[in-house]
């Protein structure tokens, strides 16, 4: 069973290529994932065999603070982060497309936001190279202001993944030792040139999680959009926002007593 479905009950509607899904809290969810979450936390950071390798040369305390190292310590930081997480979770589950590159494992500082997509999806469907663009939000309370800032985002480079950001993907995959990775690495890095995909294969999601729920602009927004793509719009309604991803990154830096 997935994050999500033991996390959250959803309402998925859909009209065309257009689709709206909220999220609440089961009763229960939160503790059903607590670990799970705090070990996904990790996972984007580091790579857990790396993590458990550090555990076994130097202990639990000394591995948590190099975990710890790399995860922001601030409310906004975190805020941002988490946000990013649960968005690549959600599409890995609940779309099918692979977020192939765990990007905050290459922040150039705890606390600095990354430039670019905030997630890129990637896979194939009938042999054709599908990508989703994503921008993730998460405030304590959600407003107009940000979800059109988001939309306007996802409007940038005529609707296509920004080039860098793509290329930053495309030489990730490029570097593994996996062929698979290999070749969708080279798709992407051809993209990046030859801009040859249609609209219809590049869908995009604004992603958001807030202490207030979904906001009436969240649906107002989805109706706007065009219909030469898939768009989604996503609300995770979690009440005790900060508190939750506070007591979170506590959870995901503790690993444990020596």
Same mark, same amino acid.
Request: some cysteine.
């Given at each position: 069973?997935?994050?999500?479905?033991?996390?959250?009950?959803?309402?998925? %509607?859909?009209?065309?290529?257009?689709?709206?899904?909220?999220?609440? %809290?089961?009763?229960?969810?939160?503790?059903?994932?607590?670990?799970?979450?705090?070990?996904?936390?990790?996972?984007?950071?580091?790579?857990?065999?790396?993590?458990?390798?550090?555990?076994?040369?130097?202990?639990?305390?000394?591995?948590?603070?190099?975990?710890?190292?790399?995860?922001?310590?601030?409310?906004?930081?975190?805020?941002?982060?988490?946000?990013?997480?649960?968005?690549?979770?959600?599409?890995?589950?609940?779309?099918?497309?692979?977020?192939?590159?765990?990007?905050?494992?290459?922040?150039?500082?705890?606390?600095?936001?990354?430039?670019?997509?905030?997630?890129?999806?990637?896979?194939?469907?009938?042999?054709?190279?599908?990508?989703?663009?994503?921008?993730?939000?998460?405030?304590?309370?959600?407003?107009?202001?940000?979800?059109?800032?988001?939309?306007?985002?996802?409007?940038?480079?005529?609707?296509?993944?920004?080039?860098?950001?793509?290329?930053?993907?495309?030489?990730?995959?490029?570097?593994?030792?996996?062929?698979?990775?290999?070749?969708?690495?080279?798709?992407?890095?051809?993209?990046?040139?030859?801009?040859?995909?249609?609209?219809?294969?590049?869908?995009?999601?604004?992603?958001?999680?807030?202490?207030?729920?979904?906001?009436?602009?969240?649906?107002?927004?989805?109706?706007?959009?065009?219909?030469?793509?898939?768009?989604?719009?996503?609300?995770?309604?979690? %009440?005790?926002?900060?508190?939750?991803?506070?007591?979170?990154?506590?959870?995901?830096?503790?690993?444990?007593?020596?």
């Amino acid at each position: 069973m997935g994050l999500y479905e033991k996390w959250c009950e959803s309402i998925k %509607e859909n009209d065309g290529r257009k689709y709206y899904w909220t999220y609440v %809290e089961k009763d229960g969810g939160r503790d059903d994932i607590r670990e799970d979450l705090a070990e996904t936390i990790r996972s984007h950071y580091d790579r857990l065999e790396r993590i458990a390798d550090d555990v076994g040369r130097l202990g639990y305390k000394v591995a948590a603070k190099i975990l710890s190292e790399a995860m922001p310590n601030t409310p906004k930081g975190r805020s941002g982060d988490l946000g990013e997480i649960l968005a690549t979770e959600l599409v890995e589950e609940e779309i099918g497309l692979r977020v192939p590159v765990r990007r905050l494992r290459y922040k150039d500082g705890r606390n600095m936001a990354m430039r670019g997509d905030d997630f890129i999806g990637a896979g194939y469907q009938d042999n054709k190279l599908w990508l989703l663009k994503g921008e993730a939000k998460s405030n304590q309370k959600l407003g107009k202001t940000t979800v059109t800032a988001a939309r306007k985002v996802l409007d940038r480079d005529n609707g296509r993944c920004t080039p860098d950001s793509l290329l930053f993907v495309a030489n990730r995959l490029l570097e593994s030792n996996d062929a698979g990775n290999n070749a969708l690495g080279r798709d992407l890095r051809d993209e990046v040139g030859l801009k040859s995909m249609p609209a219809d294969c590049i869908d995009h999601m604004l992603f958001t999680v807030s202490g207030n729920g979904p906001h009436a602009s969240l649906k107002e927004n989805l109706e706007a959009a065009g219909v030469n793509r898939d768009h989604y719009v996503v609300n995770i309604h979690v %009440e005790d926002h900060q508190d939750f991803i506070a007591a979170m990154y506590l959870e995901a830096e503790d690993l444990g007593d020596d």
